[in-house]
């Protein structure tokens, strides 16, 4: 039958050709590429007819396709896919065309991901450069999820140690930060600049980063941006397949294994499996061990599903364990330890190697339960529901004097019920519209048994939202999107000032009415708070002639302060400031302003994006004075607002110097200031740049990349050093703090290679062998909270075994 | 409209019922006894021509006291570490001190008058026989206005120094208390 149909079509080629000869005219091409409209990947075995002809094409294993010979005129273009909606596009043929289309997985219905990142994703998945694919996730399976997306212009990784990174879009992170795993915002204490997001990246397959917050599905809180990550996607048929990747790294010596297995039944049922082990010991730095710098981490996921096309239904269960130590001598008692700390050169306390983890430690478990349920009523229509539990708990672990160092200096439990109900509506691929509602309860408890007063109160938050965003998409060449958003947040809270805390505040005026009831020295108040806040985005992208695209978009958000931001009260070991919250925040209003100029095709690609943002109410820490305790004066710092100015520009460049060779520059600058105070912001990324070549051999069995990282030293940073009286040789001395000054820029270089095993088109098993940090240079980062106390990690080397079956 | 009754049945009413089940007003919570805390440090100093002297630093007053000491003279030091939070149940901390002698360590700096101190008869020692310097004996020079500077230092790096930075560790107590040295 097939070869009938090829020689159908040759005979047509043939005939065309003649005619050709004939007219001298028909000699067009229209190529292009089919892509996942989720992730980007390229679809293979499309069809593509040329209707009211017999000409047809299927699309190969890079899901490119190609039409030659073509007579000029109005062509109809009809596009399907087994596992597709089809599609039909009507094109004016009159020179050669690129004509690229993205179709959307009827399978993928489960994980749907209705948005579009206007500022990036182009129409030709040019994309990649806002998301991590496959390979990417595989790269950085032992490390964080923050570390993988560092590789992405405009991320930056907060973080406190190596270990304890969080990704930092457009200078910012935590609550301005959204995670959204299988379609459900990550709930977790993501206040914290030390608390990492409770996440493992190998449960899935791609991660997508929209810069915008434009998902206005998951909250309209989030100005930073929002990762979105996906899980792997199932076939609707027979099959049965799995991975398994191992990790040894000699710095640490330590490595990770993580392994998965799918499998699906062609009457739509379907079960994952996944679980990750990780486990490091103490790290090195150039020129000394890091003691207490180990990891352990052990997770598993399960799901599973059943999928009718017109309605379907998944469980989804995830657990995510780890244990996480700090480095040792960050561990201090008073500002005179600080300074101590900040005039030697390295570490004060280095031990031998091992690989326990001892206080300073963290522990976190994270549990997550997800049910999904959809049904289609039509072609058009579709609702779906969804229902998420997730139970956060979080110990810190301290040095503790007359206690146990086992007992959690802070013990938080997070429990999260959240519901999702939403209705879409697509019409012939161009319009998209979505409304849905949202629900969630928030449990906050704050274990009274550490015997430290507790950092954050036990609180329960409720939140009703609403939001409805649509697209509508005519052509390939002209996008336009909307979205509006409007939340009613809920806090009641429960927490024990300090009498003398309350009333220095002058609480017991403004806030008489919370006040419950006063225990010795302290008081019980039970503070009640609202908050409604309006989201809106809009957003256009439009092609510039055949190479180029543009795009723009604008997004206000509004955020209410979080937990710590409003509450946070108690004494910081790794920098000897005691930290308040404040009652009388309001909420965050940001208005950003998002353009995209890309060039998407030839030899050289690439996306110049800059941003601009004005956030009314900006909510940051500041110092306020010192406070006098028998440990000596603290500085003691409280969360205030002001007016903040952020813009910056994201760049990513490729050219491809032949099939071969490819070479990547990517380059991020951002500038934030306070304009009340008429201060620049403190942690934000200095300017950095990476640039890198990778040469794949011919039959790309093998490939080799280079990369070079360089970081600028951040010369825009607040002063808040302070002075500090202590004795040196009897007497009394005024030292300076230095806790401001940035370190200097530096740069690192990292060597990649990779061996695929067996047949190179199937590759089922792959080799990759790197070195970071290749000439061990000693480096430290302005956006590490250990930058006080340590180097940065020195040279790594580690292997990677993948193994598909 | 049939649709919107069906949207209704499946998604909004499960949804509102849901909420309510699980919306419940939030136990009280404990009010939390703060351990490890030290809120007072006692020095007494006892000398063969004098009556003894105490002299108090707490969190909790306004910490006025100064010490006293004649020029050229001995003084048998000892030093107490108190939790007095809770008026009802103080409690003594130096005995954890003692008890946990390895990673403790007592130290004294002065500015403005020369105090040169060494290791008293009834001192604590640690597994290695070091000092801890609960119990101390000063030796005061001449007359003089200073600050003797108290420490209390939680795991010390070593417990063999001269000066507090060089016994590193983390700082459980630094207090400075006004000293006089007189005729």
Same mark, same amino acid.
């Given at each position: 039958?097939?070869?009938?149909?090829?020689?159908?079509?040759?005979?047509?080629?043939?005939?065309?050709?003649?005619?050709?000869?004939?007219?001298?005219?028909?000699?067009?091409?229209?190529?292009?590429?089919?892509?996942?409209?989720?992730?980007?990947?390229?679809?293979?075995?499309?069809?593509?007819?040329?209707?009211?002809?017999?000409?047809?094409?299927?699309?190969?294993?890079?899901?490119?396709?190609?039409?030659?010979?073509?007579?000029?005129?109005?062509?109809?273009?009809?596009?399907?896919?087994?596992?597709?909606?089809?599609?039909?596009?009507?094109?004016?043929?009159?020179?050669?065309?690129?004509?690229?289309?993205?179709?959307?997985?009827?399978?993928?219905?489960?994980?749907?991901? &209705?948005?579009?990142?206007?500022?990036?994703?182009?129409?030709?998945?040019?994309?990649?450069?806002?998301?991590?694919?496959?390979?990417?996730?595989?790269?950085?399976?032992?490390?964080?999820?923050?570390?993988?997306?560092?590789?992405?212009?405009?991320?930056?990784?907060?973080?406190?140690?190596?270990?304890?990174?969080?990704?930092?879009?457009?200078?910012?992170?935590?609550?301005?930060?959204?995670?959204?795993?299988?379609?459900?915002?990550? /709930?977790?204490?993501?206040?914290?600049? #030390?608390?990492?997001?409770?996440?493992?990246?190998?449960?899935?397959?791609?991660?997508?980063?929209?810069?915008?917050?434009?998902?206005?599905?998951?909250?309209?809180?989030?100005?930073?941006?929002?990762?979105?990550?996906?899980?792997?996607?199932?076939?609707?048929?027979?099959?049965?397949?799995?991975?398994?990747? %191992?990790?040894?790294?000699?710095?640490?010596?330590?490595?990770?294994?993580?392994?998965?297995? %799918?499998?699906?039944?062609?009457?739509?049922?379907?079960?994952?499996?996944?679980?990750?082990?990780?486990?490091?010991?103490?790290?090195?730095?150039?020129?000394?061990?890091?003691?207490?710098?180990?990891?352990?981490?052990?997770?598993?996921?399960?799901?599973?599903?059943?999928?009718?096309?017109?309605?379907?239904?998944?469980?989804?269960?995830?657990?995510?364990?780890?244990?996480?130590?700090?480095?040792?001598?960050?561990?201090?008692?008073?500002? /005179?330890?600080?300074?101590?700390?900040?005039?030697?050169?390295? @570490?004060?306390?280095?031990?031998?190697?091992?690989?326990?983890?001892?206080? @300073?430690?963290?522990?976190?478990?994270?549990?997550?339960?997800?049910?999904?349920?959809?049904?289609?009523?039509?072609?058009?229509?579709?609702?779906?529901? #969804?229902?998420?539990?997730?139970?956060?708990?979080?110990?810190?672990?301290?040095?503790?004097?007359?206690?146990?160092?086992?007992?959690?200096?802070?013990?938080?439990?997070?429990?999260?019920?959240? %519901?999702?109900?939403?209705?879409?509506?697509?019409?012939?691929?161009?319009?998209?519209?979505?409304?849905? &509602?949202?629900?969630?309860?928030?449990?906050?408890?704050?274990?009274?048994?550490?015997? &430290?007063?507790?950092?954050?109160?036990?609180?329960?938050?409720?939140?009703?939202?609403?939001?409805?965003?649509?697209?509508?998409?005519?052509?390939?060449?002209?996008?336009?999107?909307?979205?509006?958003?409007?939340?009613?947040?809920?806090?009641?809270?429960?927490?024990?000032?300090?009498?003398? #805390?309350?009333?220095?505040?002058?609480?017991?005026?403004?806030?008489?009415?919370?006040?419950?009831?006063?225990?010795?020295?302290?008081?019980?108040?039970?503070?009640?708070?609202?908050?409604?806040?309006?989201?809106?985005?809009?957003?256009?992208?439009?092609?510039?002639?055949?190479?180029?695209?543009?795009?723009?978009?604008?997004?206000?958000?509004?955020?209410?302060?979080?937990?710590?931001?409003?509450?946070?009260?108690?004494?910081?070991?790794?920098?000897?400031?005691?930290?308040?919250?404040?009652?009388?925040?309001?909420?965050?209003?940001?208005?950003?302003?998002?353009?995209?100029?890309?060039?998407?095709?030839?030899?050289?690609?690439?996306?110049?994006?800059?941003?601009?943002?004005?956030?009314?109410?900006?909510?940051?820490?500041?110092?306020?004075?010192?406070?006098?305790?028998?440990?000596?004066?603290?500085?003691?710092?409280?969360?205030?607002?002001?007016?903040?100015?952020?813009?910056?520009?994201?760049?990513?460049?490729?050219?491809?110097?032949?099939?071969?060779?490819?070479?990547?520059?990517?380059?991020?600058?951002?500038?934030?200031?306070?304009?009340?105070?008429?201060?620049?912001?403190?942690?934000?990324?200095?300017?950095?740049?990476?640039?890198?070549?990778?040469?794949?051999?011919?039959?790309?069995?093998?490939?080799?990349?280079?990369?070079?990282?360089?970081?600028?030293?951040?010369?825009?940073?607040?002063?808040?050093?302070?002075?500090?009286?202590?004795?040196?040789?009897?007497?009394?001395?005024?030292?300076?703090?230095?806790?401001?000054?940035?370190?200097?820029?530096?740069?690192? &270089?990292?060597?990649?290679?990779?061996?695929?095993?067996?047949?190179?088109?199937?590759?089922?098993?792959?080799?990759?062998? %790197?070195?970071?940090?290749?000439?061990?240079?000693?480096?430290?980062?302005?956006?590490?909270?250990?930058?006080?106390?340590?180097?940065?990690?020195?040279?790594?080397?580690?292997?990677?075994?993948?193994?598909?079956? | 409209?049939?649709?919107?009754?069906?949207?209704?049945?499946?998604?909004?009413?499960?949804?509102?019922?849901?909420?309510?089940?699980?919306?419940?007003?939030?136990?009280?919570?404990?009010?939390?006894?703060?351990?490890?805390?030290?809120?007072?440090?006692?020095?007494?100093?006892?000398?063969?021509?004098?009556?003894?002297?105490?002299?108090?630093?707490?969190?909790?007053?306004?910490?006025?006291?100064?010490?006293?000491?004649?020029?050229?003279?001995?003084?048998?030091?000892?030093?107490?570490?108190?939790?007095?939070?809770?008026?009802?149940?103080?409690?003594?901390?130096?005995?954890?001190?003692?008890?946990?002698?390895?990673?403790?360590?007592?130290?004294?700096?002065?500015?403005?008058?020369?105090?040169?101190?060494?290791?008293?008869?009834?001192?604590?020692?640690?597994?290695?026989?070091?000092?801890?310097?609960?119990? *101390?004996?000063?030796?005061?020079?001449?007359?003089?206005?200073?600050?003797?500077?108290?420490?209390?230092?939680?795991?010390?790096?070593?417990?063999?120094?001269?000066?507090?930075?060089?016994?590193?560790?983390? *700082?459980?107590?630094?207090?400075?208390?006004?000293?006089?040295?007189?005729?």
């Amino acid at each position: 039958m097939r070869l009938i149909v090829l020689r159908t079509i040759y005979f047509f080629l043939f005939i065309q050709s003649i005619f050709w000869l004939g007219a001298q005219e028909c000699d067009l091409s229209l190529k292009g590429r089919v892509t996942d409209l989720h992730d980007g990947t390229p679809i293979f075995g499309a069809l593509l007819k040329i209707e009211g002809t017999d000409l047809f094409v299927q699309t190969n294993e890079n899901g490119i396709y190609s039409f030659g010979n073509l007579c000029p005129g109005e062509k109809i273009l009809f596009l399907s896919h087994p596992e597709c909606n089809p599609i039909s596009k009507k094109h004016n043929l009159i020179s050669n065309t690129d004509l690229n289309f993205e179709l959307e997985h009827h399978i993928n219905e489960l994980e749907e991901i &209705v948005i579009s990142d206007n500022q990036l994703k182009g129409l030709n998945g040019n994309a990649k450069e806002s998301r991590l694919n496959t390979d990417q996730i595989i790269l950085y399976s032992s490390q964080s999820l923050s570390d993988a997306l560092k590789s992405l212009a405009g991320v930056s990784s907060l973080k406190t140690g190596n270990a304890i990174a969080k990704p930092m879009i457009h200078g910012m992170y935590g609550s301005r930060v959204g995670i959204v795993a299988n379609g459900i915002r990550l /709930q977790d204490q993501e206040w914290g600049a #030390d608390h990492a997001p409770n996440i493992d990246l190998n449960a899935f397959q791609n991660v997508q980063l929209i810069k915008g917050a434009s998902a206005l599905k998951y909250g309209g809180d989030i100005p930073g941006g929002i990762i979105v990550l996906s899980p792997p996607k199932l076939i609707l048929k027979d099959s049965l397949f799995g991975q398994t990747i %191992m990790n040894a790294s000699l710095n640490g010596r330590g490595g990770s294994l993580t392994s998965k297995l %799918m499998k699906s039944t062609s009457n739509g049922y379907y079960v994952n499996g996944q679980l990750t082990a990780k486990r490091f010991g103490d790290l090195s730095a150039p020129d000394y061990l890091l003691s207490n710098t180990g990891v352990k981490e052990f997770n598993v996921s399960f799901k599973l599903g059943r999928n009718k096309i017109s309605k379907g239904w998944e469980l989804n269960y995830s657990r995510f364990q780890n244990e996480i130590g700090i480095l040792r001598a960050a561990h201090i008692g008073n500002i /005179q330890d600080l300074v101590r700390a900040l005039e030697v050169d390295k @570490p004060l306390r280095i031990e031998p190697f091992t690989h326990q983890i001892n206080a @300073p430690k963290q522990q976190g478990i994270h549990q997550n339960i997800h049910v999904i349920y959809f049904n289609k009523f039509s072609k058009d229509l579709k609702w779906q529901l #969804d229902y998420n539990y997730q139970v956060n708990s979080r110990k810190e672990f301290d040095i503790r004097r007359g206690i146990s160092d086992d007992i959690p200096a802070i013990d938080l439990k997070l429990q999260t019920h959240s %519901m999702l109900g939403n209705i879409i509506w697509r019409k012939d691929f161009n319009w998209t519209q979505e409304w849905g &509602v949202n629900a969630l309860l928030q449990d906050n408890f704050s274990n009274p048994n550490t015997g &430290v007063k507790r950092l954050i109160p036990d609180h329960v938050k409720t939140q009703f939202g609403s939001y409805w965003v649509g697209s509508y998409k005519p052509s390939n060449s002209f996008h336009w999107d909307w979205g509006l958003r409007l939340d009613q947040v809920n806090w009641e809270v429960q927490k024990y000032y300090t009498v003398t #805390d309350w009333e220095s505040r002058g609480y017991d005026e403004v806030f008489s009415q919370f006040e419950v009831e006063q225990r010795g020295t302290q008081i019980l108040v039970n503070p009640q708070f609202d908050f409604l806040n309006f989201a809106a985005q809009t957003g256009i992208s439009f092609e510039l002639g055949k190479q180029f695209e543009t795009s723009l978009s604008f997004i206000l958000s509004q955020r209410s302060p979080n937990a710590s931001e409003l509450f946070s009260d108690g004494l910081h070991h790794s920098l000897a400031t005691i930290e308040f919250g404040s009652l009388t925040l309001e909420k965050e209003v940001s208005n950003k302003l998002l353009l995209s100029f890309s060039k998407t095709s030839g030899k050289l690609k690439g996306v110049i994006e800059p941003y601009f943002s004005k956030i009314n109410n900006y909510i940051f820490i500041g110092p306020k004075g010192l406070q006098q305790t028998i440990r000596g004066a603290f500085p003691v710092w409280q969360y205030e607002a002001t007016d903040a100015l952020l813009w910056g520009v994201d760049t990513t460049f490729e050219y491809d110097f032949s099939n071969q060779l490819t070479a990547n520059v990517n380059a991020a600058f951002t500038y934030a200031q306070d304009l009340n105070n008429d201060l620049p912001l403190i942690n934000i990324p200095p300017f950095n740049t990476t640039q890198s070549f990778k040469y794949r051999s011919p039959k790309k069995r093998y490939e080799v990349e280079i990369v070079n990282h360089f970081v600028s030293r951040q010369n825009r940073f607040p002063d808040l050093n302070f002075n500090f009286s202590s004795l040196q040789e009897n007497v009394l001395i005024q030292r300076e703090v230095d806790i401001s000054s940035p370190p200097n820029a530096y740069q690192a &270089v990292d060597l990649f290679f990779l061996i695929h095993i067996g047949d190179v088109k199937e590759s089922k098993t792959s080799i990759r062998f %790197m070195l970071n940090n290749l000439t061990n240079t000693r480096y430290r980062d302005y956006l590490n909270r250990m930058r006080y106390y340590a180097d940065e990690v020195g040279r790594n080397f580690q292997v990677q075994l993948v193994y598909s079956y | 409209m049939k649709q919107f009754k069906f949207l209704q049945k499946t998604f909004l009413l499960p949804l509102l019922a849901a909420t309510f089940l699980i919306s419940c007003s939030p136990e009280e919570p404990e009010a939390i006894l703060e351990q490890e805390l030290i809120t007072t440090v006692e020095l007494t100093f006892t000398s063969s021509s004098e009556e003894d002297q105490i002299v108090r630093w707490s969190t909790t007053s306004a910490n006025s006291e100064s010490i006293t000491l004649k020029a050229n003279s001995e003084y048998q030091v000892e030093i107490a570490f108190y939790d007095e939070s809770d008026p009802a149940d103080i409690e003594d901390i130096t005995e954890e001190v003692i008890e946990e002698a390895d990673e403790h360590q007592v130290f004294y700096e002065f500015s403005g008058v020369t105090i040169p101190f060494v290791q008293g008869g009834s001192d604590a020692l640690d597994e290695d026989q070091n000092p801890v310097f609960i119990n *101390t004996v000063w030796s005061t020079g001449e007359i003089g206005n200073g600050v003797v500077s108290v420490y209390l230092i939680h795991e010390p790096t070593t417990k063999a120094s001269t000066t507090r930075d060089g016994f590193g560790g983390e *700082t459980d107590v630094a207090v400075d208390i006004p000293l006089v040295v007189i005729e």
